[in-house]
């Protein structure tokens, strides 16, 4: 890239962020109300994402971060359309600047709910330790969330907040949190103590039989990986085959890329590629996650 689109590069964003900042402190009702209006609807979503993940945003930074994301949309898109003069490629930054938060948060979910998963059978070895102690089923949560790292210390926090805070009872508040947290394990070990707070029974004996049950399942869904393996392997294929050939024709024949890069079939032609890419690399993916 030459010094002269660099230039371009930068004077788009600046010249895009700096228009969106005028454009809403300058009165001008139209764009003012659907930028904030998109701002106000994301800001709702980005809260739910950070009390998801447990990040400790309060509204007013979910906020800023919306209102951050369609400025970057805006200034992605316009600095594309200024060193390409294509207004596909610009329209496919923009569409992928505006999903990007969405992947990022799906990305940490899914590592948090891994993390999770593996902490569930030490959790309800605590638990068991705890009742076996002598303690209640309230005590043995509270030894979880002192005992634990997080993320399943701040989950087991969260059933004592709602609890001893909000007025629930335990049996609510892990109903809650069933519903909270899919993991198998998970819902399996709420659901037991659930049935036994309606029914009764012996607490220790049904959470060390749990634990017993959870690591035995954690460890099959360890050996379905490594099945899966192979085919998880073909995602990262897929994902570098296309490109590899891409610059294996951009290299044989010359004339090619200012065909598909100066064009607007051969932009569209990338575009739809790209679409297709993903396609496949989201259908292996849910193929790998129905078998595991």
């Known amino acids: 890239m030459n010094p002269e689109s660099v230039f371009l590069a930068a004077v788009g964003v600046c010249c895009s962020a700096c228009s969106v900042f005028v454009f809403c402190r300058s009165g001008y009702i139209p764009l003012l109300t659907w930028f904030f209006s ?93 009742v076996g102690a002598g303690k209640v089923l309230e005590s043995a949560i509270e030894d979880v969330h002192k005992r634990m790292p997080n993320p399943i210390s701040h989950e087991f926090a969260l059933i004592l907040n709602e609890s001893r805070v909000r007025g629930l009872s335990i049996e609510d508040a892990l109903g809650r949190a069933r519903a909270r947290i899919p993991i198998e394990s998970f819902t399996m070990v709420a659901s037991a103590l659930i ?52 610059v294996m024709v951009l290299f044989f024949d010359p004339s090619i890329p200012d065909i598909l890069f100066n064009s607007f079939t051969g932009n569209l032609l990338l575009m739809v590629v790209a679409v297709i890419q993903l396609i496949g690399f989201l259908w292996i993916r849910r193929i790998v996650r129905a078998i595991i």
């Not at 569409?95 to 940490?108: K, M, N, S």
């Not at 990986?225 to 192979?230: F, H, W």
């Open 38 to 130: 998109l701002s106000e609807r994301d800001a709702a979503l980005y809260q739910s994402w950070v009390d998801e993940l447990s990040l400790g945003w309060n509204p007013e930074r979910a906020h800023h971060a919306a209102r951050l994301a369609h400025i970057v949309v805006i200034a992605a898109a316009a600095t594309v359309f200024i060193l390409t003069r294509s207004p596909v490629f610009a329209g496919g930054v923009a569409v992928i600047a505006y999903w990007l938060p969405r992947v990022v948060y799906r990305a940490a979910r899914e590592a948090r709910l891994q993390k999770l998963a593996k902490q569930i059978p030490d959790a309800i070895g605590v638990m068991a330790a705890s």
């Open 195 to 246: 049935i036994n707070m309606r029914q009764g029974g012996d607490l220790r004996h049904i959470l060390e039989r749990i634990s017993e049950a959870t690591h035995e399942l954690f460890r099959l869904q360890k050996k379905l990986e490594s099945e899966t393996a192979e085919v998880r392997a073909q995602e990262k294929v897929i994902i570098l085959l296309t490109p590899l050939f891409l």
